[in-house]
């Protein structure tokens, strides 16, 4: 027997199934802010399975495997079928998900003897790889970023790893009033009556914030290390370039990467694209907040 869990993020829903006898709670917890009852047709349906031996899900030959750190993604063609996997190390896959044609209906498979430790993993990677690709034609983002709520507006910073998203959101809570973390790694865009909005989501990284919340996106910083601090306003071709490397998407697939092209082009139109050199200091929130509120 299995149970039905739906949640709504950005205006999204989706579907997970899971066996009856596993504690769902136990897996699950980031997403209860988002728990919704409807009976609306969700955009995808994941069920997770519980496998002997992922070799028996057959996903086919690995075609690559991606990403510089953990988790790494893997790329398998099953004659022309593309089927995914995920882990902690390169070694081989921790879990695989296996996408209907259209990807509404999905099924992840993890290791019945690594059920504890990799459910909750298999379920925050294929999730987030679905929802990317199922919203990417609803003018919905999915952005590696933290973001910031002050005076009822959205505040979001971009960079490669490293380079202190988290830790320049701090300051702002620090030394920022009225300042509140909205997400710290997975933030959504999605454009509502044609205005650029930004939401809480269950995937924030090692942040433990999931809030159910949205406020209009007031700006983008991209941030980079500098032994000063100084911001400046991107004109429409470096904000482009700033955005665009920052969201996920299944590059692969051709009408998924236009759509992505398409609403990262009406979101610079709208949101100030900034470029903040700076140091992990009070001063670099503080000239930050005053370029961006202005």
């Known amino acids: 027997m299995e149970k039905s869990y739906k949640y709504e993020v950005a205006g999204h829903l989706f579907e997970v199934i899971m066996p009856e006898n596993v504690n769902a709670e136990e897996y699950l917890g980031p997403y209860q802010p988002f728990a919704a009852a409807s009976d609306a047709e969700p955009i995808f349906t994941l069920t997770v399975r519980y496998s002997d031996d992922l070799k028996s899900t057959d996903p086919g030959d ?12 893997w790329i398998f063609d099953n004659e022309g079928k593309f089927n995914f996997g995920f882990s902690y190390t390169k070694a081989h896959p921790d879990c ?20 504890k430790r990799l459910t909750e993993f298999s379920l925050s990677n294929a999730m987030m790889l679905l929802y990317t690709f199922c919203t990417s034609p609803y003018d919905t983002l999915m952005v590696h970023a933290s973001v910031i709520k002050h005076n009822g507006g959205g505040y979001m910073f971009l960079g490669r790893s490293g380079t202190g998203k988290s830790t320049h959101s701090r300051l702002w809570l620090n030394n920022i009033d009225d300042a509140e973390l909205l997400n710290d790694d997975n933030p959504v ?17 090692k942040t433990h914030c999931y809030k159910n919340d949205s406020v209009p996106l007031k700006a983008i910083v991209r941030l980079s290390q500098a032994p000063y601090n100084k911001i400046s306003r991107n004109v429409l071709l470096q904000a482009y370039a700033s955005l665009m490397p920052a969201c996920s998407c299944m590059r692969w697939d051709r009408a998924s990467t236009d759509a992505l092209h398409k609403t990262v082009e009406k979101v610079i139109s709208q949101v100030a694209c900034w470029h903040l050199e700076c140091l992990p200091d009070a001063d670099a929130a503080y000239t930050c907040h005053k370029a961006v509120t202005e």
């Open 62 to 73: 690995v075609r690559e495997c991606l990403n510089d750190e953990a988790p790494y993604f």
């Open 96 to 115: 695989i998900l296996i996408p209907s044609d259209d990807f509404r209906h999905n099924v992840v498979y993890v290791p019945l003897s690594r059920a």
């Open 189 to 205: 865009i999605r454009l509502k009556e044609g205005k650029a909005v930004v939401y809480g989501t269950p995937w924030s990284g």
